[in-house]
């Protein structure tokens, strides 16, 4: 048997599956080059101009907000701060930890809790 028909439906499997696949926020050059996870729907606050969002220096915090359901992404830009949130675009979706040092609190807030913030890993968990 060919090897590539057992490689395939296991990249298959891989890219559908967005419960294996781990995460973490956009690095300031992701943002730059557009390359945000794009299973998320991404906002930031009202008033941020598009010059600012791609002027992002480098992220300061990642926090899962409402018991995962939407991620917190806190950047620094110009002696400011700018919040980039993402939200799960499919429906029944919760963002959950997947990986590095997290502290909970009890109003259902996780926050990294590493020196370097990209080590803090989470991921897509969707209803069946």
Do not use: H
């Amino acid at each position: 048997m060919p090897l590539r028909f057992l490689i395939y439906p296991f990249l298959f499997y891989l890219c559908l599956s967005q419960d294996v696949i781990a995460e973490n926020c956009p690095s300031s050059t992701d943002i730059r080059y557009r390359l945000v996870p794009d299973a998320y729907e991404w906002t930031v606050d009202e008033g941020i101009t598009l010059e600012k969002l791609l002027s992002v220096e480098r992220l300061i915090s990642v926090s899962l907000e409402n018991n995962g359901e939407f991620v917190s992404c806190k950047y620094e830009v110009e002696k400011q701060f700018l919040k980039l949130d993402g939200l799960p675009k499919k429906e029944g979706c919760r963002v959950v930890l997947s990986d590095g040092q997290w502290i909970t609190t009890k109003t259902g807030r996780s926050i990294c809790d590493e020196e370097d913030t990209s080590e803090c890993l989470f991921s897509m968990s969707c209803e069946e």
